[in-house]
């Protein structure tokens, strides 16, 4: 071999340790690649610590609203055990010193409690089923029929909806007492069997049914009440079901239209009897405090049984 070859060969080799002796990897320090994955992992570790802080936070506050909202519910369950001393006591005491289980059954001694239930059922039932079939049925022919004047017709009966429900109290008043309905079941129902707000909600609905149905229906033969009874009402199942919920939450709460076309306690609904029980001097706060969680132990059990068809059909026509 000659001399220039070995001096060559020996550069190659020479160049090669120094490089090596330059490299981190292999000068004894630490390596590039593994300090950054420590600093990813250090940023991951802070991002997951502060959502978890923010979830903390948010979940503080949400119970913070959640506790103040059932405030009230919890204040009036106390009050119905309580006695009416305990309850007129400053400062407010939080919890009886004998619970006081005789109040909710010394209800049906203050008030006609089962006929006034009996009562409020029935204009409810009354009320939602009227509210059903002709909310339904004039929903669907503004909604897919085309006859004139439906642009004005419709202006005006929505505009009954900007208008306050005092105004009609006379009116109102006047035909049911030349109907002889005083005092009655139907004179309290025939006011609130139809709505124009139930009927803009079931509008919204079937205005965002496919058109397509339809023309298969017609199609198939069907005329316009077996397309809207067979086809199209199936499918607004969640626009029915929000008008039940809103329907009978109005009608189950109704004050002032019974308190006007009632004078006799049997005639009368809850919501006039729990009024009554307010004495002109003094009141009887547990007994009125047991009366109405009694009166709304139905319409909280079937709200919270129906909560998840409401949000869906309140969500669905738009009405937030």
């Known amino acids: 071999?000659?001399?220039?070859?070995?001096?060559?060969?020996?550069?190659?080799?020479?160049?090669?340790?120094?490089?090596?002796?330059?490299?981190?990897?292999?000068?004894?320090?630490?390596?590039?690649?593994?300090?950054?994955?420590?600093?990813?992992?250090?940023?991951?570790?802070?991002?997951?610590?502060?959502?978890?802080?923010?979830?903390?936070?948010?979940?503080?506050?949400?119970?913070?609203?959640?506790?103040?909202?059932?405030?009230?519910?919890?204040?009036?369950?106390?009050?119905?055990?309580?006695?009416?001393?305990?309850?007129?006591?400053?400062?407010?005491?939080?919890?009886?010193?004998?619970?006081?289980?005789?109040?909710?059954?010394?209800?049906?001694?203050?008030?006609?409690?089962?006929?006034?239930?009996?009562?409020?059922?029935?204009?409810?039932?009354?009320?939602?089923?009227?509210?059903?079939?002709?909310?339904?049925?004039?929903?669907?022919?503004?909604?897919?029929?085309?006859?004139?004047?439906?642009g004005p017709i419709l202006a005006i009966v929505l505009s009954i909806i900007m208008v306050p429900s005092q105004l009609f109290l006379i009116p109102q008043y006047q035909i049911i007492q030349n109907l002889g309905w005083l005092n009655s079941i139907a004179g309290i129902v025939a006011p609130g069997i139809f709505s124009a707000f139930g009927l803009f909600l079931m509008r919204q609905f079937f205005m965002g049914l496919p058109d397509e149905l339809e023309d298969a229906a017609r199609l198939d033969g069907a005329n316009p009440f077996q397309i809207f009874f067979r086809v199209m009402l199936p499918l607004a199942a969640n626009g029915l079901w929000a008008l039940v919920i809103i329907t009978v939450l109005w009608s189950w709460n109704d004050l002032l239209w019974p308190l006007v076309v009632t004078s006799t306690a049997n005639a009368a609904p809850l919501s006039v009897g729990?009024?009554?029980?307010?004495?002109?001097?003094?009141?009887?706060?547990?007994?009125?405090?047991?009366a109405s969680l009694m009166a709304m132990a139905p319409i909280l059990i079937m709200f919270l049984l129906m909560q998840k068809r409401v949000m869906a059909g309140i969500g669905r026509s738009g009405l937030k």
């Not at 055990?81 to 939080?94: D, F, K, Y």
């Not at 009554?276 to 009125?288: F, M, S, V």
């Open 1 to 150: 071999m000659s001399e220039s070859m070995l001096s060559t060969k020996s550069g190659v080799e020479s160049r090669r340790i120094g490089a090596a002796e330059t490299s981190p990897s292999h000068a004894g320090g630490k390596p590039s690649g593994p300090s950054v994955r420590e600093g990813t992992g250090r940023g991951t570790k802070g991002t997951k610590g502060g959502k978890q802080g923010s979830n903390v936070l948010a979940h503080c506050v949400l119970s913070i609203g959640g506790l103040a909202m059932i405030s009230p519910l919890l204040y009036q369950i106390v009050m119905s055990l309580s006695t009416n001393a305990e309850v007129q006591s400053t400062p407010p005491t939080l919890w009886p010193g004998i619970v006081q289980w005789h109040n909710f059954a010394d209800v049906f001694t203050s008030m006609n409690f089962g006929s006034q239930l009996w009562v409020t059922v029935a204009i409810t039932v009354i009320r939602v089923i009227g509210q059903v079939l002709l909310c339904s049925m004039a929903g669907y022919a503004f909604a897919r029929m085309q006859f004139r004047f439906k």
């Open 274 to 290: 729990l009024s009554n029980l307010q004495g002109e001097h003094a009141n009887n706060y547990p007994i009125l405090m047991a």
